[in-house]
T-cell receptor, first 111, second 114 residues
């Protein structure tokens, strides 16, 4: 079945550091790929998405590129802020409507 | 407008008891999803409604779990004879329809079975 594997955390960074969270997937067909974020005390929010190979999703300075050849969708941000501290989830949606999530990566940014 | 809301935010119950968890989706959203998130894990799919009918309940772990959406809006997840292993955060999401449409998540109900 469909599955997502993402980098284990926790990840602790200083402000303005570069962030990357690795995500790889296993799926039949051509899934859509997502990054969701959960800020402390809040619900899951969609951060960005890509629906086909080589698409780049971007939002709030974060980017991820759908790489079919490596079945990856790594999340990157060039300069993190304290407000980026959150749990990040990689997810996919196959030919149906279900989202399959990775285990989540906790990111803490220190001032 | 208002997002997805879930009540209660926290529920503590004893093993063997019956619980109901409520989800109010965003107005006009026809698709509704339930997920379960155990500690340190990502959410796992439970059931999906399109309108009033359960289009896919393949993620429900066993027959103690049941969900309804009688008028195509509010949904209730029902758990009978709760077990300690049912302790988790239960998330509800809604979208305009299924497929490519973004799923908007509620804040979740944290269920603790003692």
């Amino acid at each position: 079945g469909d599955s997502v594997t993402q980098m284990e955390g926790p990840v602790t960074l200083s402000e303005e550091a570069f962030l990357t969270i690795n995500c790889t997937y296993t799926a039949t067909g051509y899934p859509s790929l997502f990054w969701y974020v959960q800020y402390p005390g809040e619900g899951l929010q969609l951060l960005l998405k890509a629906t086909k190979a080589d698409d780049k999703g971007s939002n709030k300075g974060f980017e991820a590129t759908y790489r079919k050849e490596t079945t990856s969708f790594h999340l990157e941000k060039g300069s993190v802020q304290v407000s980026d501290s959150a749990v990040y989830f990689c997810a996919l949606s196959g030919n149906d409507y279900k989202l399959s999530f990775g285990a989540g990566t906790t990111v803490t940014v220190r001032a | 407008g208002a997002g997805v809301s879930q009540t209660p935010s926290n529920k503590v119950t004893e093993k063997g008891k019956y619980v109901e968890l409520r989800c109010d989706p965003i107005s006009g959203h026809t698709a509704l999803y339930w997920y379960r998130q155990s500690l340190g894990q990502g959410p796992e799919f439970l059931i999906y409604f399109q309108g009033t009918g359960a289009a896919d309940d393949s993620g429900l772990p066993n027959d103690r779990f049941f969900a309804v959406r009688p008028e195509g809006s509010v949904s209730t997840l029902k758990i009978q004879r709760t077990e300690r292993g049912d302790s988790a955060v239960y998330l509800c999401a809604s979208s305009w329809t299924s497929g490519e449409h973004e799923q908007f998540f509620g804040p979740g109900t944290r269920l603790t079975v003692l």
